[in-house]
């Protein structure tokens, strides 16, 4: 029983981990930027954007490790190939939620700067991977 609920838990988080990031990889690429080279006030939705972030989206993230690595440690998965690919892409959309927060962030503060090219293409390596992870956890077939 209980390793239904840490698997219950785990893919509820997962899931809002990465509805948050597809909503930051979507705030990031329509930011205008602008011309003046100064700052401006952020608008209310980002504002939204950036406090959904850092108090719904974060933690998911890292609830989402926390329960994840219980339920590896549960089934004894560790030695497991599947497993440790599903590792290496989570630890890059850890890494890019981290590059599209602050990119975020900055571009609050100041608008003229442009998102890296390779942030552009976070909504679709977003689901890509989710859809990579998905079928590792469901159908372990490494």
């Given at each position: 029983?209980?390793?239904?609920?840490?698997?219950?838990?785990?893919?509820?988080t997962f899931a809002v981990w990465i509805g948050g990031m597809l909503i930051l990889s979507l705030a990031v690429s329509s930011l205008p930027a602008a011309s003046g080279g100064g700052a401006a006030a952020?608008?209310?939705?980002?504002?939204?954007?950036?406090?959904?972030?850092?108090?719904?989206?974060?933690?998911?993230?890292?609830?989402?490790?926390?329960?994840?690595?219980?339920?590896?440690?549960?089934?004894?998965?560790?030695?497991?190939?599947?497993?440790?690919?599903?590792?290496?892409?989570?630890?890059?959309?850890?890494?890019?939620?981290?590059?599209?927060?602050?990119?975020?962030?900055?571009?609050?503060?100041?608008?003229?700067?442009?998102?890296?090219?390779?942030?552009?293409?976070?909504?679709?390596?977003?689901?890509?991977?989710?859809?990579?992870?998905?079928?590792?956890?469901?159908?372990?077939?490494?």
């Amino acid at each position: 029983m209980e390793y239904l609920w840490l698997k219950a838990f785990h893919v509820t988080t997962f899931a809002v981990w990465i509805g948050g990031m597809l909503i930051l990889s979507l705030a990031v690429s329509s930011l205008p930027a602008a011309s003046g080279g100064g700052a401006a006030a952020p608008s209310p939705l980002i504002d939204a954007i950036s406090r959904w972030n850092r108090w719904v989206t974060s933690p998911a993230m890292l609830l989402a490790w926390v329960f994840g690595i219980a339920l590896a440690a549960q089934g004894d998965w560790f030695s497991a190939p599947w497993l440790w690919i599903k590792l290496v892409i989570i630890t890059l959309l850890s890494a890019l939620h981290g590059a599209l927060s602050g990119r975020l962030r900055r571009r609050t503060g100041i608008l003229n700067a442009s998102p890296n090219s390779f942030l552009r293409f976070a909504g679709p390596v977003t689901v890509a991977s989710f859809l990579i992870v998905a079928i590792l956890a469901v159908a372990k077939p490494v």
